[in-house]
């Protein structure tokens, strides 16, 4: 059983910084993509920002060139720098785990980020 476990949100103020992390149990991290999804208030769950078991990144028009997204197999450990937070910003933010040999899929509790003066 995989279980995700996301850590880092918080209040910010606009312009601030944070960074997320998403610590998975198990053995698959490794051959899986990962992936930051977030959800504001009365709005559908979107993709922040995927990276792939190779490496390769994707990244939402409104976060890139402000967020970064990496992992660390040998600590089965995602992350998302974020970097000049904007109110828009604010959301649960969820961690994502596809394993590439099945189409199941698995979600962290989430975690709130909250962008405000």
């Known amino acids: 059983q995989v279980q995700l476990v996301e850590s880092g949100g918080g209040l910010v103020q606009p312009g601030g910084s944070l960074r997320l992390s998403c610590a998975a149990s198990?053995?698959?991290?490794?051959?899986?993509?990962m992936g930051w999804y977030r959800q504001a208030p009365g709005e559908q769950r979107e993709s922040v920002a995927t990276?792939?078991?190779?490496?390769?990144?994707n990244y939402a028009d409104s976060v890139k060139a402000r967020f970064t997204i990496s992992r660390d197999n040998a600590k089965n450990t995602m992350y998302l720098q974020m970097n000049n937070l904007k109110p828009e910003d604010t959301a649960v933010y969820y961690c994502?785990?596809?394993?590439?040999?099945?189409?199941?899929?698995?979600w962290g509790q989430g975690t709130q980020v909250t962008v405000s003066s």
């Open positions: 990276v792939g078991t190779g490496g390769t990144t």
């Open positions: 994502n785990l596809k394993p590439v040999f099945s189409a199941r899929e698995y």
């Open positions: 198990g053995s698959i991290f490794k051959v899986s993509a």
